[in-house]
């Protein structure tokens, strides 16, 4: 028997060796995906600013070389003439001067793309929150375009930052998430009064995000006065959520449903199928 449980005593921890070590490979694994994909991002972003850069001074260049003809060919041709072949050359340089101008405001401004511009082009394609916060960690720059550029935002604690902070960093968010009181409420292990008010937040939500489309407020509490305010502040751009259309639909049945008797008295049974099915989700759109 002993020499049983030593065994099996070696046998386990050969197996824990062998897990630790393959945690450890993929942990090393992530992190060197990590690094060669901001190693890629960065020099995307090089290759962005050379472009932009070399585009503005081939610009540059080229209008130089405009000017430099123009006066070229409005000095060649006075060479011989006296009196009267002054009064022609100023009149033709005149000539060329108007026509430059006509030139210059008929052409379409090419501008480059700064280097911001180039980079809330990049983000809005990372769609991962943790591929955002490592950027916005590389530099002040990439923080301060990560801020401007995210769509998205979710709290998990409403306690976690002031409301204050977050319309300070994020300046155009269109959908929004936020946690409040603990799993613990939905046993009855908290106190009445424990918190998780919506009322700060909504207000500063209104106050800083007009066009705000999304907002999920996850065990918190919400009057009704929070809902008024919501409403008068970003109502015309709210979206009412698919699972609150379902909520209502089948409330109606549930409660009224002769007149889904008479609608199937009126059309076939698939027909009014397919229109207690489909109806919701249309609703939800």
Known sequence: MEIWSFAQ????????????????????????????????????????????????????????????????????????????????????????????????????????????????????????????????????QWHRVDGETRKYVSVSNCYSIAPSALSKRFKNLESFKLKGKPRAVEFDLLVDNWGGYAGPWIQELVKAYPSLKHLHLHRMEVLDTDLELLAHGCGAALQVGRFVCLFVFFLFLLLFPL???????????????????????????
């Open 9 to 140: 005593e070696e046998e386990q921890e050969e197996q824990e060796r062998i897990r630790a070590e393959i945690w450890s490979f993929a942990e090393e694994e992530e992190e060197l995906e990590k690094h060669y994909a901001l190693e890629e991002l960065v020099n995307v972003l090089k290759m962005f600013s050379t472009a932009s850069a070399s585009s503005s001074s081939a610009l540059l260049f080229r209008q130089q070389q405009q000017h430099r003809r123009a006066m070229e060919s409005a000095s060649g041709g006075g060479g011989g003439g006296g009196g009267g072949g002054g009064q022609q050359q100023h009149q033709t340089k005149k000539k060329q001067q108007q026509q430059q101008q006509k030139q210059q405001q008929a052409a379409p401004v090419k501008r480059c793309l700064s280097l911001d511009e180039t980079l809330g082009c990049i983000f809005e394609h990372l769609r991962d929150p943790d591929d955002r916060r490592n950027i916005s960690l590389v530099s002040k």
């Open 259 to 285: 007149p889904l008797v008479l609608f199937c008295k009126q059309f076939s049974q698939v027909t009014a199928l397919g229109f207690c099915l489909f109806f919701p989700f249309y609703c939800g759109h």
